[in-house]
C-alpha cells in the first residue's frame, strides 16, 4: 500500500509538472503573439517622419481648430470625427499635446517586452507614441506639420499647477529622469518642467494661430493631467484675451474622456451602433453640443484610433468605446470664461491661482 502511494504522488507530480511546462509553454506563445502583433506595425510608425509644427499663418475667412490633449489618443478620442469634417471643409487643425503619454507603464511593458522600469524605456515611449500619433492624425487628413509636442511630464501636469509652478522649482519626473523637455521635435526644446513655461508655450500657440475654436478637456474630468490641461488651456485664453482679444477663440468645446460616473462611454468595444448621450449632469448652466459623424468619418476615426498600438491592445476596449455616431462637447463663450468652475479644490492652490 506504502508503495502504491509513493507511485500515486510520484504520478501527480509528473502531471504537475506537465501542467506547468504547458502553461509556460502557452505563455511564450502568447508573448509571440503579442510581440509579432506590435511589431508587425512597426513599419507603418518607422515611415513617420518627426518634426517640429509649424504654426499656419492664419487667414482671414479659415475656421481654425485647435485641439489640446494632454496625451496622444486623446486628441482622437474626444474631436477625432470633428477634426476630419473641419478638414473636409477646408478649415486648418492643430493639435497640441501637452504629454508624450511617456508615464503609461502598460504601452511601455509592451514595447521594450520588460516587466523592469526603466527610464530609457519610458522616454523610448515617448519618442513611439509621437509616432503614433501622427499616424494617427494622418488617417484623418491632418498633417505631421499640424502636431505639437510640448513634452511635458505625464502623470504630472498636477505638480506644474502646485508645486512647481515657479521655474525655480521645476518637476522632475519619476518615469523619465527628467526635469526639462528632452525630445528633439518638442515646441520650445530644453525648457524647464514649470508651470509658467507651459502656460507660456499655449499663449505663444495660441497668439500665432489664432484659432476660431479650442477643444480643451473638460473641468471635471477625473484624471489630474486632463484636470490640469483645462486649467492651463483656460487661464491662457484668458491672458490672450486680455492682451489681445483679436488672438482669442470664439469658442471653446470642452470634451469629457474620464467621467465621475463611472462606466464611461458604455458599452465597452465598437460603438458604431450607439450615439453619445448630451450630459447635462456636468455644468449644467452651459449648453451640451451634438456634433454627427457620416460612417466614413466614424470608421476613419476607429482607425486612427488603432494607429495608436502601444494603447490599442493594453485598453483596446475602452477606446474603443469612443467610436460612436457623434461626438459630444460642453460650449462655453470666450466671454463666459470667467463663469467656468475654478480649479477643483481637491488638488489645492498654487502661486499661477493667485488672484483668482
Same mark, same amino acid.
Given at each position: 500500500?506504502?508503495?502504491?502511494?509513493?507511485?500515486?504522488?510520484?504520478?501527480?507530480?509528473?502531471?504537475?509538472? %506537465?501542467? $506547468? $511546462?504547458?502553461?509556460?509553454?502557452g505563455?511564450?506563445?502568447?508573448?509571440?503573439?503579442?510581440?509579432?502583433?506590435?511589431?508587425?506595425?512597426?513599419?507603418?510608425?518607422w515611415?513617420?517622419?518627426?518634426?517640429?509644427?509649424?504654426?499656419?499663418?492664419p487667414?482671414e475667412?479659415?475656421?481654425?481648430?485647435?485641439?489640446i490633449?494632454? /496625451?496622444?489618443?486623446?486628441?482622437?478620442? +474626444?474631436?477625432?470625427? !470633428?477634426?476630419?469634417?473641419?478638414? *473636409?471643409?477646408?478649415?486648418?487643425?492643430?493639435?497640441?499635446?501637452?504629454?508624450?503619454?511617456?508615464?503609461?507603464?502598460?504601452g511601455?511593458r509592451?514595447?521594450t517586452?520588460s516587466?523592469?522600469?526603466?527610464?530609457?524605456?519610458?522616454?523610448?515611449?515617448?519618442?513611439?507614441?509621437?509616432? *503614433?500619433?501622427?499616424?494617427?492624425l494622418? $488617417?484623418?487628413?491632418?498633417?505631421? *506639420?499640424s502636431?505639437?509636442?510640448? &513634452?511635458?511630464?505625464?502623470?504630472?501636469l498636477?505638480?506644474?499647477?502646485?508645486?512647481?509652478?515657479?521655474c525655480?522649482?521645476?518637476?522632475? +519626473?519619476r518615469? !523619465?529622469?527628467?526635469?526639462a523637455?528632452?525630445s528633439?521635435?518638442?515646441?520650445n526644446?530644453?525648457l524647464?518642467?514649470?508651470? @509658467?513655461?507651459?502656460?507660456a508655450?499655449?499663449e505663444?500657440?495660441?497668439?500665432?494661430? %489664432?484659432p476660431? !475654436?479650442v477643444?480643451?478637456? /473638460?473641468?471635471?474630468d477625473t484624471?489630474?493631467d /486632463?484636470?490640469a490641461?483645462? =486649467?492651463?488651456?483656460?487661464?491662457?485664453?484668458? &491672458?490672450?484675451l486680455? %492682451?489681445?482679444p483679436?488672438?482669442?477663440?470664439?469658442t471653446?468645446?470642452c470634451?469629457? !474622456?474620464?467621467?465621475?460616473?463611472?462606466?464611461?462611454?458604455?458599452?465597452?468595444?465598437?460603438?458604431?451602433? =450607439?450615439?453619445?448621450?448630451?450630459?447635462?449632469?456636468?455644468? @449644467?448652466?452651459?449648453?451640451w453640443?451634438?456634433?454627427a459623424?457620416?460612417?466614413?468619418?466614424?470608421?476613419?476615426? $476607429?482607425a486612427?484610433? %488603432?494607429? /495608436?498600438?502601444?494603447?490599442?491592445?493594453?485598453?483596446r476596449?475602452?477606446?474603443?468605446?469612443?467610436?460612436?455616431?457623434n461626438?459630444i #462637447?460642453?460650449?462655453?463663450t470666450?466671454?463666459?470664461?470667467?463663469?467656468?468652475?475654478?480649479?477643483?479644490?481637491v #488638488?489645492?492652490?498654487?502661486?499661477?491661482m493667485?488672484?483668482?
Open positions: 500500500m506504502t508503495t502504491r502511494c509513493r507511485a500515486g504522488r510520484r504520478g501527480k507530480s509528473r502531471r504537475g509538472g %506537465r501542467g $506547468r $511546462r504547458l502553461l509556460l509553454i505563455g511564450a506563445i502568447l508573448a509571440l503573439i503579442v510581440a509579432a502583433y506590435v511589431y508587425l506595425q512597426s513599419p507603418f510608425l515611415s513617420v517622419h518627426l518634426e517640429p509644427g509649424r504654426i499656419p499663418d487667414g475667412e479659415t475656421h481654425r481648430l485647435l485641439v490633449a494632454p /496625451h496622444p489618443d486623446d486628441d482622437i478620442l +474626444s474631436a477625432g470625427g !470633428t477634426m476630419a469634417l473641419a478638414i *473636409e471643409d477646408g478649415a486648418s487643425v492643430l493639435v497640441v499635446f501637452l504629454t508624450d503619454g511617456d508615464a503609461n507603464q502598460g511601455k509592451l514595447i517586452m516587466p523592469f522600469h526603466s527610464a530609457r524605456g519610458y522616454r523610448a515611449l515617448g519618442s513611439r507614441r509621437q509616432k *503614433e500619433a501622427v499616424l494617427a494622418g $488617417r484623418l487628413g491632418v498633417g505631421p *506639420e502636431a505639437f509636442f510640448l &513634452n511635458y511630464p505625464d502623470r504630472g498636477i505638480h506644474l499647477v502646485v508645486e512647481n509652478a515657479l525655480d522649482a521645476p518637476y522632475s +519626473s518615469f !523619465t529622469k527628467r526635469d523637455k528632452y528633439p521635435i518638442a515646441f526644446p530644453g524647464s518642467y514649470c508651470g @509658467e513655461n507651459l502656460l508655450d499655449l505663444e500657440i495660441v497668439c500665432r494661430f %489664432r476660431t !475654436t477643444y480643451v478637456p /473638460h473641468p471635471v484624471h489630474p /486632463h484636470a490641461g483645462y =486649467y492651463f488651456s483656460v487661464l491662457a485664453i484668458q &491672458n490672450v486680455a %492682451r489681445d483679436d488672438a482669442a477663440p470664439e471653446v468645446r470634451y469629457l !474622456t474620464h467621467a465621475p460616473q463611472r462606466p464611461w462611454p458604455w458599452p465597452k468595444g465598437i460603438g458604431l451602433g =450607439y450615439a453619445f448621450e448630451l450630459l447635462p449632469v456636468y455644468i @449644467e448652466e452651459d449648453p453640443e451634438s456634433i459623424l457620416p460612417e466614413a468619418v466614424a470608421r476613419a476615426k $476607429r486612427a484610433i %488603432r494607429s /495608436h498600438i502601444s494603447q490599442w491592445w493594453t485598453s476596449e475602452m477606446l474603443a468605446a469612443f467610436v460612436r455616431q461626438e #462637447y460642453m460650449v462655453v470666450v466671454g463666459g470664461l470667467d463663469g467656468v468652475p475654478r480649479w477643483p479644490v #488638488y489645492g492652490d498654487g502661486p499661477l493667485s488672484g483668482r
